[in-house]
């Protein structure tokens, strides 16, 4: 760790311990672990993810086994990948169903843990030359049906928000899958997973994508997206498109198509996620570089 | 929390706990050293075992005391199992590329240096740390998480504040 980058309080502790203050030593030591703290909380991501892998478990009486390979592929599939950008897709993903109404949630909670299987459970298998080359697998691991219990409780167990809304208790009526008192739900179900098939593609693709990015195969990346584009409609995940697109292409050396698509993402969402990527990529030198053109010219002008 | 009546499971009582205390699982977890690929699993498992285990629950110790228990045992676990199939694990270098922008962050460096530090104690003492000094658990509370007096508590906690501080010193190549 660099001495710029040393942390004000951990200054402010070493400080103390020169001048010999206990006081100022012992204070600065307490923000120190405070910042430690704070830092070691679990990102908006994790919980979400975590949440969403409780409630298929504890919703849908099917054993921790499944919890389990929920998490891990989740882990598993992007952060093999390496990637702060599959990171945050996943997220949308999860934004996804978790978007979804209560009814939907208890429909596909009710399901058979086989048959249970929103964007963010399919895992398809990665190419097999990014395989070789990661030399790692991204699939559940087997331990957790071993370490995981069985359980079989109401999907409101963790629906703190309805429960402290109503005002009271959920009973445990509301475990029973409501299939047959919510028609409605269930009509609503068909067009859902029509929906997460096109985002589990959408997120399949670019999972391939990724990975061959990250095998530092762009053409196949490429590729890969192309297909992408030719399946699921534009509007869906293009950002994470447009994004693996650009990263993609500068590695391919095509700069100026790089930084057009760097330049459309930055202008649509100019706090996106992956603005710092993009600006750390030859597109976003690129970029610097136009940039500098147009103030020398309004300069000249 | 309010504790829940012995013998109930009520759903109500785990999510509120589960609210009120998730960040405290995972932050405990991290401490103890599941890794960060690893954590999502682990921490799912902690609140997987507190469900089961809920209507059990008696109330004779805190809801914390409870929960961190269960957090170190499912941290032992996890480095049972990590330990067995190590070659499956992610590698850090992938799980964190480089340093970005939260890598500078105050709150990243300290957390880097206390869990350097944390690394470097033995399982009681690591227990200590963590459930006193970062989570302020009460003396109480430490001692019977670790089957020791309160008294006994606040000494080994004072060594542990002068240990930390004296490392930190010696980390940054300063004597004490």
Known sequence: MSAEHEPSALNALLRAERAGDEGAADSALERVLELAASAAGPEPLVRAQVEHALREALGAGVTGAVAGTRASWLRSGWARAGSKLGLVTVGVAIGFVWGRSPEWRAERASEPASASGPAVVASPEPPPAVDSARGATPVARPDHAVASPAIDVSVAALDTREATASGSAPSRAHAQPPRATRPRATRALASDAQSNDTLRIALEQLRKAQLFLSASEPARALAALDELDARVPAAILSEERDVTRALALCKTGDSARAAALAARVLARAPDSAYALSLRESCAGQELLVEQMRERTSNRAQ | ?176
């Not at chain 2, 785990?14 to 991290?30: G, M, P, V």
């Not at chain 2, 300290?110 to 350097?116: C, G, P, T």
């Open chain 2, 1 to 176: 929390v309010t504790r829940s009546p012995p013998g109930s499971a009520e759903p109500t009582a785990f999510a509120q706990l589960y609210h009120e205390h998730f960040d405290f699982t995972f932050r405990s977890l991290r401490h103890l050293g599941v890794p960060t690929a690893a954590l999502p699993d682990a921490v799912q498992e902690v609140w997987l075992a507190v469900h089961r285990r809920l209507s059990a629950f008696e109330g004779r110790s805190s809801h914390r005391t409870w929960l961190f228990s269960i957090a170190l045992n499912t941290a032992r676990n996890q480095k049972r199992r990590q330990r067995r199939r190590a070659a499956d694990e992610l590698p850090d270098e992938i799980a964190d590329r480089g340093p970005g922008p939260d890598r500078l962050h105050e709150g990243r460096e300290a957390l880097a240096l206390v869990q350097e530090f944390l690394e470097t104690l033995d399982e009681p003492r690591r227990v200590l740390f963590i459930s006193q000094l970062i989570e302020d658990l009460s003396a109480a509370e430490c001692g019977e998480l670790l089957g020791i007096e309160p008294s006994a508590v606040y000494h080994r906690v004072r060594d542990l504040r002068r240990g930390f501080r004296r490392w930190l010193c010696e980390r940054r190549g300063e004597s004490p």
